[in-house]
């Protein structure tokens, strides 16, 4: 129970997707500006991160490795992860059109979101088992709406902040991120 625990803040803080790793910058900056799709986003990228997690594992370690395709892991996590987001796309079409209207263009771009990717890697990397996957891909998502919540707040108070000319836009964006990175470099001591 504790290594799963470890795990779990281990991809939340220590090993954050966005901060440390660079994965899912382009919703990052894009989605960050409203603290509502914030939060829808990474909820969205929580609900993906952790199905596709839960149908890659099973695919690398039942169907790719036993047959020695391990260099296919790539093609077919990226026609996995694409068949999930279109599934989610129509499911919350249907079940909530605020929030399909609210998420609007992102909502597809979740498909090329390299951080949902680079968690299926990491898991094979890592050779966790599935459960610890999942694990995992819940920290990883829930690292990754922590920050964009963060920087969403952040972005909304600097709205009404009397920036210079200069930096306003993506220049600030650029060094509240840098600013959030270094902040979440404390967490590397924790485990």
């Not at 996957?133 to 920087?151: D, E, H, N, P």
């Not at 964006?173 to 967490?187: E, K, Q, R």
Request: with cysteine; charged share 10%; glycine share 8%.
């Amino acid at each position: 129970m504790s290594n799963l625990i470890a795990i779990f803040f281990s991809m939340a803080l220590i090993n954050n997707l966005v901060l440390v790793n660079f994965l899912g910058l382009c919703p990052f900056f894009g989605v960050s500006k409203k603290l509502s799709s914030a939060f829808s986003m990474g909820v969205a990228v929580l609900l993906v991160m952790l199905v596709a997690s839960a149908v890659t594992w099973p695919i690398f370690h039942m169907l790719l490795e036993p047959h020695g395709m391990e260099f296919m892991r790539t093609v077919i996590f990226i026609l996995v992860i694409a068949s999930l987001v279109q599934i989610i796309e129509m499911t919350i079409k249907r079940t909530n059109l605020t929030l399909y209207n609210a998420l609007g263009i992102y909502l597809p771009l979740i498909t090329t979101n390299c951080a949902i990717l680079g968690v299926a890697f990491i898991n094979i990397d890592k050779t966790y088992g599935f459960l610890e996957s999942l694990v995992a891909a819940l920290g990883a998502g829930a690292g990754f709406t922590l920050v964009l919540i963060i920087m969403s707040g952040i972005r909304e108070r600097l709205d009404l902040a009397d920036t210079p000319q200069a930096f306003m836009g993506t220049p600030i964006s650029l060094i509240v991120a840098t600013l959030l990175g270094l902040a979440f470099l404390g967490f590397g001591g924790m485990i």
